[in-house]
């Protein structure tokens, strides 16, 4: 248990449909962020808070939209998604965004849009 | 382009036996250099991280090694065991941003039968 947990863990909806993926992090931290591990690629960044302040957007497609109502919480809102966009979305947490912070990873939500 | 290339794609080994992943990087400016282990269906879980100025550091049976002049890092895991059997993720950190400047290589899926 790593002290980010995300909901839900399996996810599959059609690509007319709005869902929201769910992070929580129980360690305090002042930095959360949002990736996309698609299936034999390298994890892609796709958002990172600091503070509750969105710093990065990571050219992401408009049909993904993050929210961060505070520190402990942060959202990945889904709408006419595309089959390409298939794939483990992982949050992740640190102290804060020095470079040498470790990062923790929640257990990702699989998404499968058909 | 900054980019972190990892070998061999994929490995099987014996219980009991020792292996070596490799990962070879072009990031700069050079930060940090992290190994993680991510089990199926799980996020990632850090392993080491390593400095400029660290050649060496172990986690139980992992030991990573860093050679900033080749920019070449290995991960050895002695005594394998099959709880082992897992993707492993080697990631560079450049700049002073722990989460937007990190570049993930493909990893190493490792395989270890009884």
């Known amino acids: 248990e790593t002290g980010v947990t995300q909901t839900p863990r399996h996810l599959v909806m059609g690509m007319t449909n709005k869902k929201s993926l769910k992070c929580e992090q129980h360690l305090g931290h002042n930095a959360m962020y949002w990736y996309k591990q698609s299936a034999k690629k390298p994890l892609e960044l796709m958002f990172v808070?600091?503070?509750?302040?969105?710093?990065e957007n990571n050219s992401v497609p408009s049909r993904f939209s993050p929210e961060c109502p505070n520190s402990s919480h942060l959202f990945l809102h889904l709408h006419t998604l595309q089959p390409e966009d298939s794939a483990l979305y992982l949050c992740a947490s640190s102290q804060d965004r020095g470079t040498n912070e470790k990062l923790f990873f929640g257990s990702g939500t699989q998404l499968s849009v058909l | 382009k900054n980019q972190v290339e990892q070998s061999p794609q994929s490995l099987i080994i014996l219980e009991g036996k020792n292996c070596t992943l490799q990962?070879?990087?072009?990031?700069?400016?050079?930060?940090?250099l992290r190994w993680y282990k991510q089990d199926t269906g799980r996020g990632p879980v850090s392993l080491t991280i390593m400095t400029f100025s660290e050649n060496t550091k172990s986690n139980g049976r992992y030991t990573a090694t860093l050679d900033a002049d080749t920019k070449q890092s290995s991960l050895h895991i002695t005594a394998s065991q099959l709880s082992d059997s897992a993707s492993y993720i080697c990631v560079v950190s450049s700049g002073i941003n722990a989460g937007n400047m990190l570049t993930f290589g493909g990893g190493t899926r490792l395989m270890v039968k009884p």
């Open positions: 990962c070879n990087y072009t990031v700069s400016p050079f930060s940090n």
């Open positions: 808070y600091s503070l509750e302040e969105r710093v």
